[in-house]
C-alpha cells in the first residue's frame, strides 16, 4: 500500500499557505510542526509543497541520498545569477569535475599555511585594537574574517590592492540575492549586480594572467586554482576560476563571522566555561606564542565551545533538496517535485541525543561524554555525505585562532546583554553586539612549553 503524504502543519492561509510566518519566524513554524507531527511534516510556501524531516534517521537519508533523487541544484538555483554554474550549482558532471579542484585546496599542508596567514591576519587586528575601547563585535568580526578570507584565497599581494573594492562589489552582488523573483528582471539591485560582476571580470583578468605566467611566484587559493589544470589537461577557464573565487568567498566569510562572533558572545555570557577556556589558553598558547599544530589540538575547551555554536547558532540553518523522485521519510512518501528540508533549529536539539539541549554546555563534546558521537548526523551544521562543506576545518581553525588571540590579549565584557539572531539569506548572525576591552596586564606569563606540546594535528 502506497505511504501517505506527510501531515500539513496547522496554520496555513489560502494562497499563501506558510509563507508569511516561514518569513517571520520559521523557527516558531518548524518547532510547531516538530510537535503536532513528529519527524517529518509538510508546509507550504504558496504552492509549493515542503517536507521537512528532523531526526538522525531522516537527515542521513537526505545527506546520502543521491543528487539523481534528492536534488541539491535546483533549490538554490538562484544563487547561479551571482556565481554561474559553480560547485553544487553546477549540473552533476560538472560539479563532479570541480569537486577533486577545491578538494585540494584544503589538504593538509595548505591549511598549515592557512593558519599561519590567519595568525597573522588576527595579530594585526588586535594590534589595530589600541588598549581600550569599545567595538560592535558582529560587524567587527565580519571585517577580521573578510581579511582572512582575502589574503589566504586572494594572496595578500592581490588582497592589499583590490580587497576593499572587491568586497564593496560582493556586497553589491549579495544584495541582489532574490530567491523569488526572475533574475533578469529590469530592477536597480539586479543592474548593480551586473555591473559588479563585470568590474570584478576586469579587476580580476590581468591578474589571473600574471599568475598563470608565473606559477611558482605566490601561495594561495587562487595560484591552487589556477595551477591545477582539469582532467582533460587543459589549464582551468578564466570565468571559472573567477567563480570558484567568488563562491568560496561566499560560502566562507559570512557563515564563520557569525559562528565565531557567537562563540566570543556565549563565552562571555559563561564566565565559569570561560575560565576554563583561559587555564587552557595561559598553559597552551600564552601571549607571545605561535600556535602551531601541536598547540591547535590541545584547544580543546575552545574547540568544544567552537561545537557547541555550530549545534546552537549554525549559520546555515536549514539546507534544501528537491525530490526528483517518489522518496520514502519513515511512514511518509514524499512526492517528487516536493521541496525537502532539514532544520538544525530542532534536529540540533533533540534530547535524546543532546543532554539539555538548550543549554551552552561545550562538555557535552569532551570524550566522556562524546554527545555528537552518538549518531552520526545527529550534529549537521556543516552538512552531511556528498556535500558535505569543504571548508568545515578552515573555519574551525579561524574560529580557533580568533577565539584564543582575542582573548589571550583582551579582557572584554559584554554591554551588549542579549543579542539575538539576525537571520539572513545568505546566512545567520548575532544582531548589533558591544562589547568593551581592555588589554591584558601583564600578558599571561608564558609557561614551559618546549616538550608540553604533543599529540596529533587534526588542521
Ligand atoms: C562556520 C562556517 C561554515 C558553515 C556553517 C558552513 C556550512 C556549510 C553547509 C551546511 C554546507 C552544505 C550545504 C548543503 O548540504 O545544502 C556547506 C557546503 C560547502 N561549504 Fe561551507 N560552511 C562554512 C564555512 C566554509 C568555508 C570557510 C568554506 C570555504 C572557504 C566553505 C565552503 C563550502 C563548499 C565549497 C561547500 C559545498 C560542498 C559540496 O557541495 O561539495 N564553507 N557549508
Redesign the pocket.
Known amino acids: 500500500m502506497t505511504k501517505p503524504t506527510p501531515p500539513l502543519v496547522s496554520g496555513a492561509l489560502p494562497v499563501l499557505g506558510h509563507a508569511a510566518e516561514f518569513q517571520r519566524n520559521r523557527p516558531r513554524l518548524i518547532r510547531r510542526g516538530f510537535e503536532e507531527h513528529g519527524g517529518v511534516f509538510a508546509i507550504k510556501l504558496a504552492n509549493q509543497n515542503v517536507a521537512v524531516v528532523i531526526g538522525p534517521e531522516h537527515q542521513k537519508t537526505f545527506?546520502l541520498e543521491t543528487d539523481g533523487r534528492l536534488n541539491?541544484q535546483e533549490p538554490?538555483h538562484f544563487l547561479q545569477a551571482m556565481f554561474g554554474e559553480v560547485?553544487?550549482l553546477a549540473p552533476h558532471d560538472e560539479?563532479l569535475r570541480q569537486?577533486p579542484l577545491?578538494q585540494e585546496?584544503?589538504k593538509r599542508e595548505k591549511m598549515l599555511h592557512y593558519v599561519d596567514v590567519m595568525q597573522e591576519v588576527v595579530q594585526a587586528w588586535l594590534d589595530g585594537l589600541g588598549d581600550s575601547g569599545e567595538m560592535e563585535l558582529t560587524s567587527e568580526i565580519g571585517v577580521l574574517v573578510q581579511e582572512v578570507?582575502g589574503n589566504c584565497?586572494l594572496g595578500p599581494e592581490v588582497h592589499q590592492a583590490i580587497g576593499r573594492e572587491f568586497w564593496d562589489l560582493y556586497a553589491d552582488l549579495s544584495r541582489a540575492l532574490d530567491p523569488l523573483l526572475p533574475p533578469n528582471l529590469p530592477l536597480p539591485k539586479f543592474h548593480k549586480r551586473d555591473k559588479a560582476k563585470t568590474r570584478m571580470t576586469d579587476i580580476l583578468r590581468p591578474i589571473i594572467a600574471e599568475r598563470r605566467a608565473n606559477p611558482d611566484k605566490y601561495n594561495d587559493f587562487l595560484q591552487d586554482i589556477i595551477n591545477k589544470a582539469g582532467q582533460d589537461g587543459q589549464p582551468v577557464d578564466e570565468e571559472l576560476v573567477r567563480n570558484l573565487l567568488v563562491?568560496?568567498?561566499f560560502?566562507?566569510?559570512e557563515?564563520?563571522a557569525?559562528?565565531?562572533a557567537w562563540t566570543i558572545i556565549l563565552l562571555l555570557q559563561h564566565p565559569g566555561y570561560l575560565h576554563k577556556v583561559l587555564t587552557e589558553i595561559d598553559e597552551v598558547a600564552p601571549a607571545g606564542v605561535h600556535i602551531d599544530p601541536k598547540r591547535m589540538v590541545q584547544l580543546d575547551h575552545i574547540a568544544w565551545a567552537v561545537r557547541e555554536i555550530?549545534r546552537l547558532h549554525?549559520?546555515?540553518d536549514m539546507?534544501?533538496?528537491v525530490a526528483k523522485e517518489d522518496i520514502e521519510f519513515g511512514d511518509y512518501l514524499i512526492p517528487a517535485g516536493w521541496l525537502v528540508q532539514v532544520a538544525q533549529e530542532i534536529g540540533h536539539k533533540l534530547p535524546a541525543y543532546f543532554d539539555q539541549p538548550e543549554q551552552f554546555d561545550p562538555l557535552r563534546f569532551s570524550p566522556d561524554r562524546a554527545e555528537d558521537k552518538q549518531h552520526r548526523f545527529g550534529l549537521?551544521?556543516?552538512?552531511?555525505?556528498?556535500?558535505?562543506?569543504?571548508?568545515?576545518n578552515?573555519?574551525?581553525n579561524?574560529?580557533t585562532i580568533i577565539t584564543a588571540l582575542l582573548f589571550r590579549e583582551f579582557e572584554l565584557e559584554l554591554v551588549t546583554k542579549n543579542p539575538q539572531i539576525e537571520r539572513g539569506l545568505g546566512?545567520s548572525r548575532p544582531s548589533e553586539t558591544v562589547i568593551r576591552y581592555r588589554r591584558r596586564k601583564p600578558a599571561l606569563v608564558e609557561p614551559e612549553l618546549a616538550s608540553a606540546a604533543q599529540g596529533t594535528s587534526n588542521i
Do not use: D, W
Open positions: 545527506f541539491i538554490y560547485l553544487f560539479y569537486r577545491v585546496l584544503f578570507a584565497f563562491a568560496l568567498m560560502a566562507g566569510h557563515t564563520t557569525g559562528q565565531a555550530e549554525p549559520s546555515a539546507l534544501m533538496r549537521f551544521g556543516f552538512g552531511g555525505g556528498t556535500h558535505k562543506c569543504s571548508g568545515m578552515f573555519a574551525n579561524e574560529m546566512a
